[in-house]
């Protein structure tokens, strides 16, 4: 089993920017891919964006590129999103979650075993 845990959303301008950070306990975090979803209301839950075990490797939606990081501290067992400059489409509920698949695509919500509660981001234009 894994726990996480995201923080870092709130209410943020548009151009703005967050980070988002979420803390994993349980397993080994390593033996697992990371990744962040987003859903909007109404809407389906979104890829973001993805990074490997050892964080060799980054995928990222095509909406963020550029405008958000993925990145992971596997000595302190989290994976954090940057996101810059937000717009008002980018409010969401946003999500990350672990697979013990190591292989693509890393954008389908079904090969991911755990997921967090979710944190809300709110860009106001």
């Known amino acids: 089993q894994v726990q996480l845990v995201e923080s870092g959303g709130g209410l943020v301008q548009a151009g703005g920017s967050l980070r988002l950070s979420c803390a994993a306990s349980?397993?080994?975090?390593?033996?697992?891919?990371m990744g962040w979803f987003r859903q909007a209301p109404g809407k389906e839950r979104e890829f973001l964006a993805s990074?490997?075990?050892?964080?060799?490797?980054?995928y990222y939606e095509d909406s963020v590129k550029g405008r958000f990081t993925i990145s992971r501290d596997n000595a302190e067992n989290t994976v954090s999103l940057q996101m810059n400059s937000l717009k008002p489409e980018d409010t969401a509920v946003y999500y990350c979650?672990?697979?013990?698949?190591?292989?693509?695509?890393?954008?389908?919500?079904?090969?991911?075993?755990?997921w967090g509660q979710g944190t809300q981001v709110t860009v106001s234009s």
């Open positions: 979650a672990a697979s013990s698949r190591y292989s693509p695509p890393y954008s389908d919500t079904r090969r991911y075993d755990y």
């Open positions: 990074i490997t075990r050892y964080g060799t490797g980054t």
């Open positions: 349980g397993r080994a975090f390593s033996n697992y891919v």
